[in-house]
């Protein structure tokens, strides 16, 4: 019995081995043949064809590269889920990969990219010439560039495609065309992407020197360049060069344009800032780059009057629909020249009020409508196609954020992560390619980035994208099958691009809204298609009431090849947490960020796969987190909630998460603080610590560690720990000299700070609450080289005066006086805080400064002034530099002055042109909704007060005109 046992065992390891070898046989194929396919795809790609043809052609060379990917996640599964016959699969991905390079064969692609761009070049020029004929506004920008022309050798116009950057170039050029008092000649080329050097030169030889007596396709190159060079030298040309793509196309030509001292200028469009700003003459000095606004209100409304003529309406301005319709018209289109001209000639056969009325109750839909019927779109496009292969995906990601919204870029990053979007450089790290590869996308105009200037982790809070630029976004999307939004929002009528079912290939990522969504709404999502989805994400409002999950997603284990899960503000108390998540094995990213969730489950722990886990739920909701997390051994990023329970109180153990690079909320007392020592390739962490010496102790000689050459960064919050002992005031001063520290918060008892040369000098932010210190703080602050926020709260200080020496703080942004009950007395030298932008004091009842000691007031963005000394508020009424003209003009400035319960906002649309008197209005808004308008002089234009001010505007008069004169 024992041997035919043995011998069975034996049997079975001969099978078990020739099978592992099997299946290591078919990774390296399978390996090689997704390498050559991702290298196809790119190069068929980079032919920037938008044809049907090309893009099915793509999906399917798609769906066989994610094919190969989910074999290969099958092959590291664990045994009971690797697929019985490996050799079957290989012989299918390679019948699929050998049909389409014959489909390849057949049909070519040779010519697609002579289409695609003769396409994009046609819809250019048709609306290059409707935005030259129907051109408004923009006087002030014409007269500044004008004026630059004049001083710099260089002016460059960038912006977003659509602006009208060509219509701007385009009258600056008919203007010196019949001006020939400033410059002798004047040429205008076109350099496009894939230009034609050689047809550049020509050109501009042509128009130069339109008397020339011989040919230019006669001459070479060199003698060619030569010519052209010359003939700037000499005479005072003006040179336009519209649609510079890149800096590799400025190389190729600028040899062809003088580099020491002529009388000649060079004027150059683009959608490309980092163009704009390297496009120099280096020997010649000045340059101007200009960023092309969009159009006013005003002046979009005039394009509306200029484009719209009723029949039955001879006065436009006395019919207050099609007024409000212009108004909304422009705001839809987002003061797009390019968007307003396509809609209102996609809607040329509407001659009747009537008509427009009809179109007013859906004007947003017929507004959409017409960006992808009239070419918008089309125009847009080739932003994208201009994008470096690795940008396209990451692209087209932001499409599925919800419309309007403004998008937290660390979550775009940990999602392009999760996707293998990335490219792995050796001297960066992941989070600093992806901030790159969004700062590139800003660069093209393609989205609008926030910085965030009090984080420490990452340069942008936020990002935006526009209106036009998320319907390319959704266009493209639905063209390549890359991403579907469903959105209910506006309940069982889905947006446009949800209509059509999910069939195979239709897409392979799924963003759903499920704001208004019902029990018996249809669905667009059937069983057998759900194999392929590769991402989930779902959003809802946080006080949605009600939520009813779909039927059809009440089990996800049927998406068997999921990566992503987001779930984005759900109530799992109210609805149940969907079933089989702990069976979506090849997971790697799950996050439940702002949700309510009471558990999360312990099937967790068989996500071997996961590299992200965000359990930042609801605050002030309580989640309890199972010890499952050191099962997780791929996890690289971990955000904890600010508080959870675990089962039966046991902490959590992170004990051989080798990998992990970032822990945020790490507390101490719900997880084992020993643990830390062994993640040797953490690069971020935060910390919450409850005021024990050994867990500072223990945190301390971890944050002195080396991580794999990567510089640790760490944000530690310590609370109720009180220095009355030489032992712990030994443990804080050790913390405060560790070179990883960048964000430090204590609360308790401190008194003295230590010297400045034993204070890290990365440290970027100070929290100091209830530290009772008795000298003057700034003395040793103000010299830390990277202190970008310093908050001082509830008696941190004690003393009665305090001074911000000359050239002190340098980076200091942001400054909290709070609960100071001591301080009478705070001196800011000239020259000190040059950056100071925010600046709260509040309950600082015994300070007193004089009007001549707020003059530094004036540069600040933000200052919020409450329970103060009489004596000081008004003081800081007086101040008529509370928003003087130096922050007022700096362009997106936004100025902000709250004194007790009013606050008096300046902000860039509640200001208005009057070109009557020349007067420029301003509207206060109050807090409590009330608001008053001012004309420069400080009056209130016609008495007018809107809210329920009363008495209080007579009271805040002064202040109110004294800032309004400033403003101005």
């Known amino acids: 019995m024992a041997e035919a046992a043995i011998e069975m065992i034996g049997a079975a390891c001969v099978k078990r081995i020739s099978y592992y070898s099997r299946v290591e046989e078919q990774r390296e194929y399978l390996i090689r043949e997704m390498t050559m396919l991702k290298a196809f795809q790119r190069d068929v790609e980079e032919k920037h064809d938008s044809s049907k043809r090309m893009n099915n052609f793509l999906k399917n060379v798609t769906d066989i590269i994610y094919r190969i990917e989910d074999v290969l996640a099958d092959f590291d599964s664990p045994p009971r889920l690797m697929p019985p016959s490996p050799r079957d699969i290989t012989v299918e991905i390679r019948n699929k990969v050998e049909y389409l390079i014959r489909i390849h064969r057949t049909f070519g692609f ?17 609306f290059g010439d409707q935005t030259v004929e129907h051109f408004v506004g923009r006087a002030d920008e014409m007269d500044i560039l004008r004026s630059y022309i004049h001083q710099c050798r260089v002016v460059s116009i960038y912006g977003m495609a659509g602006l009208g950057k060509t219509a701007l170039a385009q009258k600056l050029y008919q203007h010196h065309l019949l001006d020939h008092h400033q410059f002798d000649a004047v040429a205008w080329v076109y350099v496009s992407h894939k230009f034609s050097r050689r047809k550049v030169l020509e050109d501009l030889y042509e128009q130069l020197n339109p008397n020339h007596d011989s040919s230019s396709s006669k001459m070479r190159d060199a003698e060619l360049i030569d010519r052209v060079r010359e003939i700037q030298q000499n005479l005072r040309c003006l040179v336009f060069l519209d649609d510079v793509c890149s800096r590799e196309d400025w190389d ?33 000095g000045k340059r101007y780059v200009h960023k092309l606004r969009c159009l006013t209100e005003d002046e979009g409304c005039q394009l509306f009057r200029k484009m719209v003529r009723l029949t039955d309406v001879p006065d436009f301005e006395a019919n207050e629909i099609l007024v409000q319709m212009a108004k909304e018209t422009v705001n839809l289109c987002e003061g797009s020249p390019v968007a307003i001209i396509g809609f209102l000639q996609f809607m040329a056969t509407k001659n009747t009020l009537e008509e427009w009325m009809i179109v007013h109750r859906r004007l947003e839909s017929f507004i959409r409508k017409s960006h992808e019927f009239r070419g918008t779109l089309q125009l847009l496009s080739s932003s994208y196609y201009n994008l470096p292969h690795q940008l396209r995906s990451c692209f087209l990601y932001l499409g599925h954020f919800q419309e309007h919204s403004r998008i937290e870029s660390e979550k775009l990053y940990l999602l392009w992560e999760a996707e293998g979007l990335i490219d792995d450089r050796r001297e960066q790290t992941l989070r600093e390619v992806a901030e790159g590869y969004l700062v590139d996308l800003a660069d093209r105009s393609m989205v609008e980035v926030h910085e965030d200037e009090m984080s420490v982790s990452t340069r942008f809070k936020s990002f935006q994208l526009s209106k036009l630029m998320r319907d390319l976004c959704l266009l493209k999307n639905k063209e390549l099958g890359f991403f579907k939004v469903v959105d209910f929002e506006r309940g069982p009528q889905l947006v446009p691009d949800s209509l059509s079912s999910l069939s195979r290939n239709e897409a392979y990522r799924l963003a759903i809204n499920l704001d208004k969504y019902e029990d018996g709404y249809d669905f667009p999502l059937e069983d057998n ?34 990566r992503i899960l987001d779930f984005n503000g759900f109530d799992f108390q109210v609805t149940n947490l969907p079933q089989g998540i702990g069976k979506l094995v090849h997971l790697r990213y799950l996050s439940f960020r702002g949700c309510i969730l009471p558990e999360l489950p312990s099937s967790i722990g068989n996500l071997t796969c996961l590299i992200i886990l965000d359990l930042r739920v609801r605050p002030l909701s309580k989640i309890t987190i199972p010890d499952v997390m050191w099962k997780l051994k791929k996890l690289k990023h971990l955000y904890f909630p600010l508080s959870f329970l675990t089962r039966y109180a046991r902490k959590l153990r992170l004990k051989g998460l080798v990998e992990l690079e970032t822990l945020i909320n790490f507390n101490p007392g719900m997880m084992n603080v020993n643990d830390l020592s062994q993640l040797l390739k953490l690069q971020y962490m935060s910390l919450n610590i409850g005021g024990s010496v050994e867990d500072i102790a223990c945190v301390t000689k971890r944050m002195n560690m080396d991580s794999h050459g990567q510089r640790l960064r760490t944000c530690i919050k310590i609370s109720n720990f009180d220095c009355y002992t030489e032992e712990k005031h030994s443990v804080i001063r050790s913390l405060l000299a560790s070179q990883s520290l960048i964000i430090f918060s204590l609360e308790g008892h401190f008194r003295r700070l230590p010297v400045f040369d034993d204070i890290s000098q990365n440290i970027a932010r100070i929290e100091l609450i209830g530290s009772e210190l008795i000298d003057n703080p700034m003395r040793t602050l103000e010299k830390l080289p990277n202190l970008r926020v310093l908050v001082l709260n509830d008696d941190a200080f004690i003393g009665k005066e305090m001074v911000c020496s000359a050239a002190g703080f340098v980076e200091l942004k942001h400054l909290e006086l709070l609960n100071l009950q001591k301080l009478e007395k705070w001196t800011v030298e000239e020259g000190a805080m040059p950056k100071l932008s925010t600046l709260a004091i509040q309950s600082c009842g015994k300070l007193i400064m004089l009007t001549e000691e707020l003059q530094f007031v004036g540069r600040l963005r933000q200052m919020i002034v409450s329970r103060v000394h009489e004596e000081l508020k008004a003081n800081l009424g007086e101040v008529h530099v509370l928003m003087n003209e130096s922050t007022s003009k700096v362009q997106n400035a936004r100025p902000n002055i709250s004194i007790d319960d009013v606050d008096l906002e300046h902000d860039k649309t509640n200001c208005w042109y009057n070109s009557e008197n020349d007067a420029i209005f301003v509207l206060f808004v109050f807090a409590d909704n009330g608001g008053v308008i001012v004309n420069p002089k400080g009056e209130m234009k016609d008495s007018a007060i809107t809210g329920p001010i009363g008495k209080k505007c007579t009271d805040l008069w002064p202040r109110i005109a004294s800032a309004a004169n400033a403003i101005v």
């Open 110 to 126: 040779s010519d697609v990219s002579t289409t695609s761009s003769e396409n994009q070049i046609a819809a250019r020029e048709i």
């Open 252 to 284: 190729t030509i600028r040899d062809a344009f003088p580099s020491g001292e002529t009388p000649s200028k060079i004027l150059i469009t683009t959608r490309v800032r980092s163009v704009a700003e390297f496009v120099q003459m280096k020997a010649s």
């Open 529 to 562: 298609e759900k194999e392929h989805i590769r991402s989930l994400l779902f959003s809802t409002k946080e006080n949605h009431q009600g939520l009813v999950w779909p039927r059809k997603l009440h089990r996800l284990s049927d998406f068997r090849y999921l």
